[in-house]
């Protein structure tokens, strides 16, 4: 008996101490086989929030008969950036956020935390210059904290991140369809325009001097995707603004977006160095057409799952892929994956027992482990924009052989770059 009891405690201490070991693991840790480009970088992160306002806006909701009024358009962001803190401090953050959708019955709003690895309001550095940007647009509906384990990863490899919540768009403040139609593309215009500002010598704002908004990328899940194309060149086509005008009480004013538009092309920003798309929506829903598609000409890192049921995959993200002909462009496919490539893992809070089954399927992947698809994207995000923001050679992390599932990826571990396929096209212009 004593012996038993003995070999009880010892087990009983090893699952405690590996239960305490696993709570300490943070959205965006690298598992055992996370692939070299995913460890953080040499910087401690800071992050703070802010509250913007983009004057003078459409409110299509309230558009009437082709007449458009103008409200004061409120956004909420999320800035990190690197911090000056001793290298040995343990930054911590707690992210308020909420589960659920506002006005839905079936799933009402709940609030929940989860922690980070930034220091909240902590002092930027000051003494390495200015840093490239990042501008992060989050799904239909999602938030600013969707993809903390990218944005924090991020910034502390020496970048400025800057996410936001996109009115109408949010968890919180759901609404008509068609305010994220017309307010994607705007909303990161704004955004970055802000950012700059914010950056400049003339500021009075603790970023003065951090921001390098010359050189930015730009970077969306879903509708974000669906933004972030849009603003790099690729205009919808006409079909799809003629189709919201029925939807916006007669306002054409999605159809400013539109490549025929001879203002659109204009609005092409030589700031932008770089795109990220993950899972973008629209393409199977006419969004781009094959000219639309030609004007995207800012090199392009596409992530998708081939099971996309959401934007669609073959007629879907890998078209747009295909049809963005004069853009130097990848494709990193996740075999069997669906629509959520790009989010957190599930936070715990989902797995309660009575929730909606959506609260979960908001993060999570029905065949991958969320947490080995954060770590690949780290590291493939931080090759593709450091090309190309950093001007670093990546190139060994990106030049993959079509169908070489069969060799170790570089900077991958022995045996844990199955299951994907990278594919790079360049551009004909």
């Known amino acids: 008996m004593k012996n038993s009891y003995s070999i009880f405690t010892v087990l009983t201490f090893f699952v405690f101490s590996f239960s305490a070991h696993a709570q300490d693991f943070l959205y965006g840790d690298p598992l055992p086989d996370a692939p070299e480009l995913s460890a953080r970088g040499d910087y401690q992160v800071g992050v703070r929030t802010m509250n913007l306002v983009h004057e003078g806006q459409i409110d299509i909701l309230n558009s009437k008969e082709g007449n458009d009024p103008l409200y004061d358009r409120p956004l909420t962001v999320e800035i990190w950036y690197p911090a000056d803190l001793a290298a040995d401090t343990n930054a911590s953050v707690v992210y308020e956020e909420v589960m659920g959708m506002k006005g839905d019955s079936l799933r009402p709003l709940v609030p929940f935390t989860f922690?980070?690895?930034?220091?909240?309001?902590?002092?930027?550095?000051?003494?390495?210059?200015?840093?490239?940007?990042?501008?992060?647009?989050?799904?239909?509906?999602g938030s600013r904290y969707l993809m903390t384990?990218?944005?924090?990863?991020?910034?502390?490899?020496?970048?400025?991140?800057?996410?936001?919540?996109?009115?109408?768009?949010?968890?919180?403040?759901?609404?008509?369809?068609?305010?994220?139609?017309?307010?994607?593309?705007?909303?990161?215009?704004?955004?970055?325009?802000?950012?700059?500002?914010?950056?400049?010598?003339?500021?009075?704002?603790?970023?003065?001097?951090?921001?390098?908004?010359?050189?930015?990328?730009?970077?969306?899940?879903?509708?974000?995707?669906?933004?972030?194309?849009?603003?790099?060149?690729?205009?919808?086509?006409?079909?799809?603004?003629?189709?919201?005008?029925?939807?916006?009480?007669?306002?054409?004013?999605?159809?400013?977006?539109s490549a025929s538009n001879p203002e659109y092309q204009k609005m092409v920003d030589?700031?932008?160095?770089?795109?990220?798309?993950?899972?973008?929506?629209?393409?199977?829903?006419?969004?781009?057409?094959?000219?639309?598609?030609?004007?995207?000409?800012?090199?392009?890192?596409?992530?998708?799952?081939?099971?996309?049921?959401?934007?669609?995959?073959?007629?879907?993200?890998?078209?747009?892929?295909?049809?963005?002909?004069n853009a130097d462009r990848y494709l990193l496919t996740y075999m069997g994956a669906r629509h959520n490539v790009a989010p957190n893992p599930p936070p715990a809070e989902s797995l309660q027992p009575g929730l909606h089954i959506d609260e979960y399927y908001r993060y999570a992947d029905s065949t991958w482990d969320q947490r080995k698809i954060n770590n690949v994207n780290q590291h493939f995000v931080t090759a593709f924009i450091g090309t190309h923001l950093k001007q670093k050679d990546y190139a060994k992390y990106l030049d993959i052989q079509e169908d070489s599932n069969e060799k170790n990826w570089e900077g991958f571990k022995p045996r844990s770059s199955t299951g994907m396929e990278l594919l790079h096209a360049t551009a004909k212009e």
């Open 115 to 141: 922690k980070g690895r930034a220091m909240r309001d902590a002092k930027p550095v000051s003494k390495n210059g200015a840093f490239p940007l990042v501008v992060v647009s989050h799904g239909y509906v």
């Open 149 to 257: 384990y990218l944005t924090e990863n991020l910034a502390s490899k020496g970048y400025v991140v800057v996410s936001i919540d996109h009115t109408d768009s949010t968890y919180r403040d759901a609404n008509a369809f068609q305010s994220t139609l017309l307010n994607r593309a705007l909303d990161i215009r704004f955004v970055l325009n802000e950012m700059e500002a914010l950056g400049k010598s003339s500021s009075s704002d603790a970023l003065k001097g951090l921001i390098d908004a010359n050189n930015t990328a730009i970077m969306g899940y879903s509708m974000g995707g669906f933004g972030v194309l849009n603003v790099a060149g690729a205009g919808y086509s006409d079909a799809f603004a003629g189709f919201t005008v029925g939807m916006t009480g007669g306002s054409k004013a999605i159809g400013i977006h």
């Open 270 to 325: 030589p700031r932008i160095k770089a795109v990220v798309a993950f899972a973008p929506w629209g393409m199977e829903r006419a969004v781009w057409d094959a000219e639309g598609l030609k004007g995207l000409k800012t090199p392009t890192l596409f992530i998708a799952g081939s099971q996309d049921d959401i934007s669609g995959y073959e007629k879907g993200i890998k078209a747009i892929y295909q049809g963005a002909v």
